[in-house]
């Protein structure tokens, strides 16, 4: 079977113009395209082009998603503020939320803003990163809502959800530090996209219905075409696993703490969806950035230089599989395969966009 390859540039024009088609304003849609093209640029399918489909079938639900909704802020001070998204595209209200603690940080040094009515925010490091380019330390995280999917683990019921972090941190001549993590052992999407491949998942992920060790993703989640025909209905999926928290105890509580912070701060205890917390550090408030940088280099380096065991070819660091994938697939193209594509190509078809026009433009 041939698998698609398609270049950055021609796959974001073709997400913007499904999102444009389905009613999102021009420049919104290219943030979403740019977004989820990048997350497949950066190594991570499982939250790239893989999600059209569900996004569409949330907007077809009503509710969930309101493409253009207004991003409103209902409290700020000089230093903090509280957004809410009514529910447009996550990768819309992330963006903007960062946008104003990276603002709010070059006056007073250190911007933090919490975001709720949010939905799917898609790779949380996309908003933390951003605080790189104004040579800030960016820290994003979210958890509460409803969607849980995490044990505790020695539990057997579900209590937390997946809850990412993420933490840029700007260097001089070295790489960024760029964390993106689940507190859970991987991000449920990634789950959604080994079920589509029809292969297992590396044992240690999740659990079975009844608390056992498995490797079949379909003993978690349901597959997307499930999930997409129960958006809108009364009849809930029933996920028949769990997640395990990485680390063991440690992961476990720094969870929690994304939980009570990232949820509840943010005021989603009260909605399906959870909220997020952004938060952006000048450092140039703290201390002069190039000194800084040249300090976090050198930790870098040391890092880097520090001996390695028999066969290791590389000692990494948070961003680093993320930069080596995108430098090969910026100059290769991105690959998606043909069962998603063809998803994603039909419905395109379906609202009136013209995708092989797009691509051989």
């Not at 939250?47 to 700020?76: D, F, S, T």
């Not at 703490?257 to 949820?263: A, K, N, Y």
């Not at 509840?264 to 909220?275: D, N």
């Not at 993320?322 to 190509?345: A, M």
Request: net charge negative; glycine share 12%; no cysteine.
């Amino acid at each position: 079977m041939t698998v698609p390859t398609f270049m950055a540039d021609r796959l974001k024009s073709v997400v913007s113009s499904i999102f444009m088609a389905v009613g999102t304003p021009g420049d919104e849609a290219e943030v979403i395209a740019e977004h989820l093209v990048k997350a497949n640029l950066y190594g991570h399918d499982s939250h790239g082009v893989i999600r059209i489909p569900y996004y569409l079938k949330v907007i077809e639900g009503g509710g969930l998603i309101k493409p253009g909704a207004k991003v409103k802020i209902v409290n700020e001070t000089v230093s903090t503020a509280v957004v809410d998204g009514d529910h447009n595209f996550g990768q819309v209200t992330g963006r903007k939320a960062m946008e104003i603690a990276i603002e709010k940080a070059r006056s007073t040094g250190i911007g933090m803003v919490t975001l709720h009515n949010v939905f799917h925010t898609g790779r949380v490091g996309e908003y933390s990163e951003m605080a790189l380019e104004h040579d800030m330390v960016g820290i994003v995280f979210g958890g509460g809502g409803k969607n849980w999917q995490v044990v505790a683990p020695k539990g057997m019921t579900r209590v937390l959800g997946t809850n990412p972090i993420a933490i840029s941190i700007p260097a001089y001549e070295e790489k960024p530090f760029r964390l993106d993590m689940a507190t859970s052992m991987v991000a449920a999407g990634k789950l959604s996209w080994y079920l589509s491949e029809g292969k297992q998942v590396p044992e240690g992920w999740i659990l079975d219905s009844e608390g056992n060790p498995t490797t079949d993703p379909a003993d978690f989640r349901p597959s997307l075409k499930d999930l997409g025909e129960s958006i809108g209905t009364d009849t809930p999926i029933q996920r028949r696993g769990s997640l395990l928290p990485f680390g063991d105890y440690k992961g476990w509580n720094i969870g929690i703490f994304v939980q009570l912070l990232g949820g509840y701060l943010a005021e989603s205890g009260r909605g399906q969806r959870g909220g997020f917390v952004f938060i952006a550090i000048d450092i140039s408030k703290f201390r002069p950035v190039e000194e800084f940088k040249r300090n976090v280099d050198q930790q870098i380096r040391a890092i880097k230089a520090s001996e390695k065991r028999p066969g290791v070819q590389e000692i990494l660091i948070a961003g680093d599989p993320e930069f080596h994938s995108y430098n090969k697939k910026i100059e290769d193209g991105i690959h998606i395969d043909e069962k998603p594509w063809k998803e994603i190509r039909e419905m395109a078809e379906s609202l009136g966009v013209d995708v092989k026009s797009i691509l051989e433009g």
